[in-house]
């Protein structure tokens, strides 16, 4: 399921709700149903340069608003691949 949503976004970047929604600060979050009827969620930037996709954070999601810290740990982990 969650390689099959990233595929699609890979092929179609950028693609809109339901599969793919703009958190802002340049990441995108994958909105993936898992067959247990989980939701996760991946937190990816798409690095223009080389075209690619990178994913920065997964997590399930528990609440209906993504979490602060979940956000947060993307950005450093973005910031950080920039470098």
Do not use: Y
Not at 11 to 29: A, D, T
Not at 39 to 64: D, M, N, P, T, W
Request: charged fraction near 30%; charge should be positive.
């Amino acid at each position: 399921m969650i390689g099959e949503d990233l595929r699609a976004i890979e092929l179609g970047f950028p693609l809109g709700l339901p599969l793919c929604r703009n958190l802002g600060g340049g990441l995108w979050e994958v909105r993936s149903t898992l067959p247990t009827k989980r939701e996760a969620r991946l937190i990816f930037f798409h690095q223009s340069s080389e075209g690619a996709l990178v994913v920065v954070h997964a997590f399930i999601k528990k609440a209906r608003k993504t979490p602060e810290p979940d956000l947060k740990l993307a950005a450093t982990r973005k910031r950080e691949f920039e470098l």
